[in-house]
């Protein structure tokens, strides 16, 4: 059951908003509304739900209404039309007493310019909300200064607003809100006002907190980067409508129209985007092969290297054309040529984290879920194709034994230029025997070091082919 | 045209607007002249009821907590000045005469500022009146405030709070009004009734206009007791009026350089509390 159901909500602004509202029903534009009744639509009919113990991000650029969508959520603004359930109770329906009760209990706000009192110290500012449920002194002092602790100004307890940084100043914002203990909280661009650094802790802040809180928090941004960032989903709103609500993921992967799309289009991917995006079928062979099978197994696919895998498909390494080479020659197992030490990450890996690995990596890296079962692997290609917004979603979902290699390391043509240029690097430094690459976490420290000389050469001789 | 329109009679009007007013209401005006007459009484019997060496200490006191020791020093040659000049006994009746008009001026002024700043409509009927307050020369309402409280210090109260209440209404209007919107909103989101966003958020918030407003009412109101001593209000302007009567200029002087003094004495006071414990 959700906490928050949000039901057709609508704000019409002017004079006599009813008069707007059959023309809202009939689909019309806030701009052809204008035209006709002089009215402005706020909020067009939105309608989401919001599950207990979630981060809930409203997006949109200024003047699509998000600010007033929240302020319909507590009736900072009376929405015009609609329902708003908190706990299956509609706050649209209550009288004056109901509201202050539901505002005082459940909904904590922070504002984007704090709207922290200036005559209140900053203990007074937290102990506010507390103060006007007539709590006495002694019992809402210590959960002032315990909301004060737990964002982190102890000590702060006696100077006034005007004293703090602008990210102080917010941070009392968040302790006001979170000593009444609320369900929920409402977020209005709580961090645009705060210069970018400070911006990017107070969102890995305000994620640690819910990590251990798990509040409903509604969140409203015009930020995307912050939007994909905090948010578990996301509503992305254009003059007063919902355009589209999903996760970070879906919303980048699947915008739902040319307006989400062109929203999306400058986002930072990689921070959004983990391997399980980007990643490949992997070209794999099982132990009981033999040498000879698995140079025409690579001939075939036109594959430099291959995974190998048990039967549960359990990664046991990686076998190089050259060592195949050897071992054929030798007469050698294919085990006793294999590679352990191999790079390998989680499907949730961010694609930011990976561009070292996968650059420095003469072989493709290898995304393992539980028990090590080798779900595919990541070449530069396809970290490069999820950057450019090309991102394989049938991965997984539709084995075909016979992938080739072209496919394997993203080369399929025409798909991004970088490619093709990335490839002839990766299988050069795979020929090179000297390149050995540990990242494995058994890895010791003499391996790291290795690592690191390693990197430098894979990463020289990746130039030259440039 | 006077004989196409004739003369609206609006002195017939008002005289008897007055009169229905003084047979119906008289209780109402023997009441209001009871309360002022003995506030006046009460104010006048705490000041001069004091050793002039206590009161002098007082303000001098109170001058300093003001201000700096300059403001203190001021107070404290002034004020001897007038006990000098013998102007002390006028003096402080003429203090409980402003003080009384002050009080009564915040008493009513405050909640009428709060009201029409929480509704438009109110503030525009308020308005209107006020600028008629200020404008309409005071000896205009002098003469029916002698018809329902006779002659004394009683009209002579009243005609000073007509005139030094507006702007104590309208900065308490005007504070209130400035508060910023996201600490209303922050006020209401968390939850609080309209009479704790008065108290908590509003009132603390527009202190110092509220106060600007209290100290300009204090300075009109002291500014009337000239006119206010024609109606017998007892004070310096009463040494004033005399004066002027009997074209002495020396006296005239003096009894004024003594209401300077108290002018500057309760401006800066009531300045400074306006300005404290803001951080």
Sequence with gaps: MPKIKVEQLTKVFGRQPQRALPLVKQGK????????????????????????????????????????????????????????LIDHADIVQMNEQQLQEVRRKKLGMVFQKFALFPHRTVLENVEFGLEIQNIPKSEREPKAREALSLVGL??????????????????????????????????????????PLIR?????????????MQKTIIFITHDLDEALKIGDRIALMKDGTIVQIGTPEEILTNPANEYVEKFVEDVDRSKVLSAEHVMKRAQTITLDKGPRVALQLMRDSGVSSLYVVDRKKTLLGVVTADAVNTAKQESLTLE??????????????????LFDLVAFSDIPVAVVGEQNRLLGVVVKGSVLGGLAGKVNPEVGS????????????????????????????????????????????????????????????????????? | MGELFPKLPVDRWIENVVDFLDDHLGIVF????????????????????????????????????????????????????????????????????????????????????????????????????????QTMPAFVYLIPAIFFFGLGKVPG??????????????????????????????????????????????MPLARPTVMAGINQSIMLALSMVVIASMIGAKGLGADVYRAVTQIKIGAGFEAGLAIVIMAILLDRITQSMGKKKNA
């Design chain 1, 29 to 84: 534009t806030k701009q052809e509304i204008l035209k006709e009744t002089g009215l402005t639509v706020g909020v067009n009919q939105a309608s989401f739900e919001v599950e207990a113990g979630e981060i809930f991000v409203i997006m949109g650029l200024s003047g699509s209404g998000k600010s007033t969508l929240v302020r319909l959520l507590n009736r900072l603004i009376e929405p015009t039309e609609g329902k708003v």
């Design chain 1, 154 to 195: 102890a000590g702060w307890e006696d100077s006034y607003p005007d004293q703090l940084s602008g990210g102080m100043q917010q941070r009392v914002g968040l302790a006001r809100a979170l000593a009444n203990d609320p369900d929920v909280l409402l977020m209005d661009e709580a961090f645009s006002a705060l210069d």
């Design chain 1, 200 to 212: 990017k802790d107070m969102q890995d802040e305000l994620l640690e907190l819910q990590a251990t």
């Design chain 1, 336 to 353: 006793s040529v294999m590679r352990k030490e191999i790079p390998t990450v989680s499907p949730k890996t961010l694609l930011h984290e």
């Design chain 1, 398 to 466: 539709t084995p075909h034994a016979d992938q080739t290699a072209a496919a394997m390391e993203g080369a399929n043509s025409g798909e991004n230029a970088g490619t093709n240029a990335m490839n002839p690097a990766s299988l050069n430094a795979s020929a090179n025997t000297r390149v050995n690459i540990g990242v494995n976490k058994s890895e010791n420290k003499q391996a790291a070091a290795d690592v690191k000389t390693d990197e430098e050469h894979a990463f020289a001789e990746e130039r030259q082919v440039k």
């Design chain 2, 30 to 133: 023997d009441m209001i002249t009871t309360v002022i007459g003995g506030l006046v009484d009460l104010f006048a019997l705490l000041f001069s009821g004091l050793p002039s060496w206590l009161l002098i200490i007082v303000l001098v006191l109170l001058a300093y907590r003001a201000g700096k020791w300059p403001i203190a020093l001021f107070s404290f040659i002034g004020l001897l000045l007038i006990e000098n000049l013998g102007y002390w006994e006028h003096a402080m009746d003429t203090l409980a005469l402003v003080m009384t008009a002050g009080l009564i001026s915040v008493i009513i002024g405050i909640p009428v500022g709060i009201w029409c700043a929480r509704t438009d409509s109110v503030r525009n009927v308020v308005t209107p009146v006020l600028d008629f307050m």
């Design chain 2, 157 to 202: 109260v009243i005609a000073s709070v007509i005139f030094a209440m507006p702007p104590t209404i309208r900065l308490t209007n005007l504070g209130i009004r400035q508060v910023p919107a996201e600490l209303i909103e922050a006020s209401d989101a968390f939850g609080s009734t309209a009479w704790q966003k008065l108290v908590k958020v509003q």
